[in-house]
């Protein structure tokens, strides 16, 4: 039971409910045996329905917790940076020499010159890269970045569209509908909230249909979609604008709930109808971008405008692309013109998070907390006048120009010049786009660290890497990932192994060094905990969660956003400037920017798949999230690894014209790089499109070649005016490896 001590007797099991809370779409339940201090096997959630049911990854969490190359103490690098050659030194000296660092840039450079990349390693309350930034902001500030890679197209266009990203309804709500769209959305694989794959599995079980617009024949395809609509990637802008033109030439739309709910349909109309630019937004225009069918397009606009009520689910995978933004928007709009916003069954497209617990203090981020941030107006292309969005303030740095603004700094157009990275629960090289430049970003600074569980890419650049421990070695709480109503509590169920400490340690420790008083360093974990836990509006039964290792709310009914909205809207305003839903965006409009347009729009970028580049590159490649990894984490767990060996997807016609035979090694590359992996040649992805899944530990050879397979070594460090990162606007070139080197599975 929980509460019992790691490691007591020798025989005797224990069983500790603990969890799961990397940043994989999930947060969940694991029940550790514990004998003589050693996990000997894991259970999932056992208790009441809804259960929160660990997937594969948090399965073989066994292997990650005692691998062999857990960092096991503090190291100094004593070869060149990204070399891999490090020396033991003790905590002491370490957290010596971090402090001492740190002094030495702020006195030199000003606090704004230390740059902290926190990342989403850890999502439990009190562990991860927060305790750290506590104690950067008390040191003076430092500088952030803005910009989540996961969705922040998506977030824009919710924040323009309805005001909040508080959008879409509960998954139990789905029953209630008559038509599911998945679009670009592989829940099977990437989770989104553990109860969502048995919810589909029972939703067509139950009948309703749904269908699936993914360039992929994915996992969620396989087991759950009627239909399987291939698109070319980045044209789904293109297709939704012309299901728009569809219903409004048939009068299919709603303009009741329009006059009523929404601004700026007239506006869209004459964009959709061709009559601002001369072209109409047809099923014909959009085919000949897209390669949907012209049918495909009528039908399934048909389909949707009067199945009523209806889901179109519009994933992030299609935003995480240049204009991202473009396509989340026409989605949001195309759920509004067939008023299925704020409706049981139906679904308001966009960010998705309707079910949020709150801060009882009534929360809300502090806008100029840093105070390297304060004085700094809103960011140029910011919907500032919102509330609740991204932070706008213009002293952060989007994440994807972090190499660039360490290359070229304030001389560069950039707030500050970066002389130091702190780096925590990140493997920032591995995960932002274009490694090789980011290469060559670190190797400018004159200072990092890094707090890690293992010698990731990453960690390979780090001057001072300092190990961490795990979920089973420490205490946390961890709040769903997207928004499902429940909490698990991670209890401590073994020792930390070798040295490593908790983030909120190590911070501690410097902290001390640094001569700031922090304020957690001698607060036991619990009572930290349960301040967390006392703090939210929903954790009604501390003592129960602990117990648990989960806590369960109950609600009366699904959650659908917006009902109050569509009930009563006198009362209940949308929150956007004009109080309804924005088809047409005057915040936006007062951007002046033709890349971010007021109405959704189809517009091209350098990478599209007809842009000039294509004549030398001419592959889409996808980099999509991968079934056996949450990101880079369990990239070196070998049952992973068994399950499905990394590869690349291409389409057997891509194939055959490159001689590439299924199992083949290939390049793929294009001017920022070039990987080296195995083919898995399929029909499950179109032709002319690539799939090498994100997270594959970057391992160059002496060329300069990645062996590893990461798909940023290929990926543009751009982003689209709204934060839309360009991980899926990729164009490249593949051909087939025929000469002898290292080869990695
Ligand atoms: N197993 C696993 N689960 C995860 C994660 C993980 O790393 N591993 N990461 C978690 C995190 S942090 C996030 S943000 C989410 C991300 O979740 P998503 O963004 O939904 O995941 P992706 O796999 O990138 O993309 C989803 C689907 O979009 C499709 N797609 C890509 N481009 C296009 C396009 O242009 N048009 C269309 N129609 N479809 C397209 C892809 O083929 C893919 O099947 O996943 C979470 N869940
Ligand atoms: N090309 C491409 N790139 C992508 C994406 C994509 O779709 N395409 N998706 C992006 C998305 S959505 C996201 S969210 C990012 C995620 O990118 P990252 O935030 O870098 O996530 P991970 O790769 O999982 O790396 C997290 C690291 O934290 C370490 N860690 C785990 N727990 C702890 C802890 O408690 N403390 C410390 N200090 N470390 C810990 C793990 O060992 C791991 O190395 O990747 C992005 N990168
Ligand atoms: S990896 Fe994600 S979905 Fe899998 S057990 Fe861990 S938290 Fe749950
Ligand atoms: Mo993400």
């Excluded at 999930?26 to 996990?39: E, S, Y």
């Excluded at 977030?155 to 509908?177: K, P, Q």
């Excluded at 839903?581 to 347009?597: D, F, G, Q, S």
């Excluded at 517009?603 to 004549?615: F, G, M, N, V």
Aim: proline letters at 6%; charged letters at 25%.
């Amino acid at each position: 039971m929980a509460g019992n001590k790691p490691g007591s007797s020798a025989d005797e099991v224990t069983i500790v409910p603990t969890g799961c809370c990397h940043d994989c779409g999930g947060r969940c339940v694991l029940k550790a045996h514990v004998k003589d201090g050693r996990i000997i096997r894991f259970e999932g959630d056992t208790g009441e329905e809804p259960q929160i049911r660990a997937c594969l990854r948090g399965r073989a969490y066994r292997q990650r917790v005692y691998h062999p190359d857990r960092l096991k103490y503090p190291l100094r690098r004593i070869g060149e940076r990204g070399e891999g050659r490090f020396e033991r030194i003790s905590w002491d000296e370490a957290t010596d020499i971090v402090a001492s660092e740190l002094k030495r840039i702020k006195e030199a450079y000003g606090n704004a010159s230390i740059l902290f990349a926190g990342g989403a390693g850890n999502q439990g309350m009190l562990h991860g890269p927060g305790p750290v930034a506590r104690m950067l902001h008390q040191f003076g500030g430092y500088t952030r970045f803005w910009g989540i890679a996961s969705y922040e197209g998506a977030l824009f266009a919710s924040m323009a569209t309805y005001g909040t990203i508080r959008t879409g309804n509960s998954r139990d709500d789905l029953f209630n509908s008559k038509l599911v769209i998945m679009w670009g959305w592989n829940p099977a694989n990437t989770i989104w909230d553990p109860e969502t794959s048995l919810t589909l599995a029972k939703v067509r079980e139950k009948g309703i249909r749904i269908v699936a617009v993914d360039p992929r024949y994915t996992d969620s395809v396989a087991t759950f979609a009627h239909q399987w609509i291939p698109i070319r990637p980045g044209t789904d802008t293109a297709v939704l604008i012309a299901m728009a033109h569809v219903i409004i030439s048939e009068n299919l739309h709603d303009q009741a709930y329009l006059d009523k709910y929404t601004t700026g349909f007239d506006r869209y109309k004459d964009y959709v109808l061709g009559r601002e630019d001369g072209v109409p937004k047809t099923p014909a225009w959009a085919s000949a971008i897209s390669s949907v069918p012209v049918e495909t397009i009528i039908s399934l606009a048909r389909e949707y405008a009067t199945a009523k009520p209806a889901a179109l689910i519009a994933g992030w995978g299609p935003a995480r692309a240049a204009l991202g933004e473009q396509y989340s928007r026409a989605a949001n709009v195309l759920t509004a013109i067939t008023g299925n916003i704020g409706v049981s069954g139906g679904y308001a497209s966009g960010f998705m998070r309707a079910y949020s617990s709150r801060e009882r203090s009534g929360g809300g981020g502090e806008r100029t907390g840093n105070p390297v941030e304060r004085g700094f107006p809103p960011r140029k292309n910011s919907l500032y006048k919102l509330r609740g969005g991204t932070n706008p303030n213009s002293a952060r740095i989007h994440s994807s120009k972090v190499y660039d603004a360490i290359l070229r700094g304030r001389a560069g157009g950039y707030p500050a010049d970066l002389k130091m990275a702190y780096v925590v629960a990140s493997n920032f090289l591995n995960q932002q786009q274009n490694t090789n430049r980011g290469i060559q970003a670190f190797k400018a600074l004159e200072f990092i660290v890094v707090h890690e569980q293992f010698l990731t890419p990453t960690a390979k650049f780090g001057d001072i890497v300092l190990p961490v421990n795990t979920f089973m070695e420490r205490s946390d709480i961890a709040p769903p990932w997207l928004g499902s109503p429940y909490y698990i509590y991670l209890n401590k169920a073994i020792d930390s192994l070798h040295e490593s400490k908790t983030d909120l340690e190590i911070s501690a420790l410097i902290s001390k060094k640094l001569g700031l008083s922090y304020p957690m360093g001698d607060i036991p974990e619990e009572d930290i905990l349960r301040g967390i836990a006392g703090s939210r509006n929903d954790i009604s039964d501390f003592e129960a969660m602990k117990r648990d290792g989960v806590l369960k709310i109950k609600l009366p009914e699904p959650t659908v956003s917006f009902k109050e909205q569509i009930r009563d809207p006198e009362q209940h305003p949308f929150p956007t400037l004009s109080g309804k839903i924005e088809l047409y965006c005057e915040h936006i409009a007062e951007m002046n920017n033709p890349e971010v347009p007021p109405v959704p729009m189809f517009l091209k970028h350098p990478e599209s798949y007809d842009a000039p580049l294509a004549a030398k590159y001419p592959l889409q490649l996808l980099t999509t999230h991968y079934k056996t990894r949450a990101h880079s984490t369990w990239h070196n767990v070998p049952w992973m690894r068994e399950i499905a060996p990394h590869s690349a997807w291409i389409n057997p016609e891509d194939a055959k014209v490159r001689g590439i035979g299924d199992g083949d090694l290939i390049d793929v590359y294009n001017e920022r790089g070039r990987i080296r992996i195995k083919a898995k040649v399929t029909e499950r992805i179109m032709p002319g499109v690539v799939n090498v899944s994100q997270g594959a530990w970057f391992d160059p050879n002496e060329e300069g070649v990645d062996l590893g397979g990461c798909a940023n070594v290929l990926t543009n460090d751009e982003h689209s005016p709204g934060g839309a990162f360009h991980m899926n606007s990729v164009l490249v070139q593949v051909e087939r490896f025929s000469g002898a080197g290292r080869e990695k599975p």
